[in-house]
């Protein structure tokens, strides 16, 4: 066998290496996606499936028999549940945009080595992620100092600021060359519009993938709603909402069983699973839009080359 032929036997060989490690990171990536994928169709079915059937049968991805009942009880009040995914996209809408200004500053700031505290402040901003003062002291400030009480704010403003994310956004500018800053400030840009014009167009994937996880964490928030805001107030939250209907459901299904009545009319399961597609559906619509910069954001902030 002579050189050129040994030559395109190693080329060939080489392709069919390249051809088989594909296929088999296809394959498994498409098995893992189908794993992914699996509970939220096993919900989904189980949604439309009756009661008696789930007694009978169990869970199951196709539905034995069809029944959207447990869609009207949780629509039964069409008005509320519209008032509370207005709320909660309000929340989500208004928290998302000012939370993202308030970390990208944040982070900014204490990346820029002419700024002598970043250190200090850094370490206080870590220190809250080990140590916090507690849920007594919380709720006095929320209710009694800072008069929130029954206020839509009291669940806004816990969640405009989180210590991960404000490292992981210093992280993500840290890869940003300080000399485009100081070239900037040599061309006259102040610092603030060094930060609108500069960083924040250029930390795209960052704001993409921090906004996501402050869009969520507004979007599935029910704890501090259950806390600041009460029962009279006719438009909370869509999670507290749907935590409210299947709250109600169980405790008529206990009172039954406690009396020896049997109630075959509450879908307390296919209840708790229509509540979960109607709280992830929008979320599960929106997320394909910010994949892109979800991926890109997680791996350019933490890999460095």
């Known amino acids: 066998m002579d050189i050129q032929e040994e030559k395109s036997y190693s080329s060939i060989r080489t392709d069919l290496s390249g051809t088989l490690i594909k296929l088999f990171g296809y394959v498994f990536i498409s098995v893992f996606a189908l794993c992914c994928l699996l509970p939220f169709l096993l919900v989904l079915g189980t949604s439309f499936t009756s009661e008696m059937?789930?007694?009978?049968?169990?869970?199951?991805?196709?539905?034995?028999?069809?029944?959207?009942f447990a869609y009207k009880i949780v629509f039964e009040n069409p008005d509320l549940i519209v008032g509370s995914y207005l709320v909660t996209m309000g929340i989500t809408v208004v928290g998302t945009a000012v939370g993202l200004f308030l970390v990208a500053m944040t982070g900014y700031v204490l990346q820029r080595p002419d700024f002598q505290y970043r250190n200090g402040i850094s370490f206080f901003i870590y220190f809250?992620?080990?140590?916090?003062?507690?849920?007594?002291?919380?709720?006095?400030?929320?209710?009694?100092?800072?008069?929130l009480k029954d206020n839509y704010l009291a669940v806004l403003l816990p969640g405009l600021m989180s210590p991960f994310l404000i490292i992981m956004m210093r992280a993500f500018i840290k890869s940003i060359p300080h000399a485009i800053t100081e070239s900037a400030k040599m061309d006259g840009a102040g610092d603030f519009t060094i930060f609108i014009r500069l960083i924040l167009p250029m930390s795209t994937p960052a704001l993409a993938t921090i906004g996501l996880f402050i869009a969520l964490g507004y979007w599935n928030e029910w704890y501090h709603a259950m806390l600041f805001l009460s029962a009279d107030m006719k438009y909370r939250p869509l999670q507290l909402f749907l935590y409210n209907v299947?709250?109600?459901?169980?405790?008529?299904?206990?009172?039954?069983?406690?009396?020896?009545?049997?109630?075959?009319?509450v879908p307390l399961e296919s209840m708790k699973m229509a509540t979960a597609v109607v709280a992830t559906g929008p979320v599960i619509l929106f997320y394909p839009f910010v994949q892109r910069f979800f991926i890109?954001?997680?791996?350019?902030?933490?890999?460095?080359?």
Do not use: C
Request: aromatic share 14%.
């Open 53 to 68: 059937s789930i007694k009978k049968h169990g869970f199951n991805f196709w539905p034995r028999e069809f029944s959207t």
């Open 246 to 265: 299947i709250t109600s459901a169980d405790f008529i299904r206990n009172s039954a069983a406690a009396s020896n009545v049997e109630l075959r009319d």
């Open 128 to 147: 809250t992620t080990l140590f916090s003062g507690g849920l007594v002291p919380f709720y006095l400030l929320m209710t009694q100092y800072l008069g």
């Open 296 to 305: 890109k954001g997680i791996t350019v902030g933490a890999v460095k080359g």
